[in-house]
């Protein structure tokens, strides 16, 4: 199996000496923020992305950053096996939050996935349990180290993430899932132009799983390829651009983008012939969504906006929202979801999402179409959201996908809903988990 690149050159390099104290510890700021990540994540449940700003707020160094970055994400998604690891060496199990437990599983996922050499691992180890339980940590590594311990080639789903997705599921999703851990997901990019898919398939030297679309290995620099400065294409997963896709040519008609940031679906709807309205409540993501518009160069009426307390001027044509979510689709790029996303979670964006629903339901023209998506992997984001809605709500039918409208290998299920599951398409790179229900409202 591919491992990610080697580190060891940097941690080799990266020695300075602090002003009038004694030499800093190659490497050490890198993994002080690491661990700060972790606590992020696994103690106050903060998205790994959210945190990576404040965690790795004092590192000059992007490559440090990435490092950072590269170790915290590689013990989110081998936890379970580093544990077990740990738990085989200690003579008592470590509380599950325990500082040395968390020390022990950044530094041993560097030896074990990140080709960092034993020396520099101990060495940037032990100060970060200065003060704390230096010995116990030095002991397990050092046992570890030395019995050549491994990790196994595909990881462990954390166990209360692997008995909710059996439970709705199957056991094929849990193994499809680790399978999707283990690899590194795919970079896919939607054109802006359909009839350009043999070219870009081309010059991108990818692979195209339907009309518009080119998958690309992981390990590139996105900027620097062919068509991007120009944007021709902009990087979508292929799940992730199914709900714009079900809503057709737009000839002129009009769009609302509810939960549009960065405009990913507003440019695809964009392209598509829509006029759009594109509203989100986050400036920051507004930023970005800016940016992408200009690249692009697409127009959209852009409106910062709660879609809780924001209303439109008239009602659309097309009303999409890709609602906020637990995201536990995304796990093979975020696998921070497995970690800090739980019933508690799950439940609390089900009910937001039932609200936006709601009222977005009141802002589709009769005749018009609603089309409601979330990249999650759990039926009440999902399934069970539609059912809901479609029993208050007698003025709306499910619109299932016609032949032609999804890639081969992804089919819609009995009820007419999309449902992308790991499972799918796995020979190919895979997809990330996503729900799209496509909804018409009846006339009159
Ligand atoms: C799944 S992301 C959207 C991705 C986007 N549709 C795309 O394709 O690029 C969900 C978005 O919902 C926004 N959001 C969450 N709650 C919202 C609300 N009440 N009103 C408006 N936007 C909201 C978030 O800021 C976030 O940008």
Redesign the pocket.
Known sequence: MAKPPSHQNRTRRAGSRRSGGAPAVPGLDARRAALRLLDAVMRRGEPLETALHAATQGLADRADKALAHAIAADVLRWTADLDALIDGATPQPLPEDAKARMVLRLTLVQALRLDTPPHAVVATALPLVDGGPRRLVHGVLGALLRSEARLPDVPTVPEAVAQRWRAQWGEPVVEASAQALARRAPIDVTLADPAETAHFDDVLAGDTLMSGHVRIGHQVSVPGLPGYAEGRWWVQDLA?SLPARLAGEGRGRTALD????????TMQLAAQGWAVTA????AK?LERMGENLARSGFAASVVQ????TWAPEAPADLVLL?A?CSATGIFRRHPDVMHRVGDRQIAEMSGIQAQ?LDRAADWVKPGGLLVYAT?SLERAEGEDQIARFLASHAGFALSPPQAGELPEGVAADAMGHVRTLPTMLADRGGLDGFFIARLVRQQG
């Open positions: 992730a509810l939960c549009a940031a960065p405009g990913g679906k509203l989100d409540k986050s993501r906006g709660d879609a809780l890709d906020p936006l990249c």
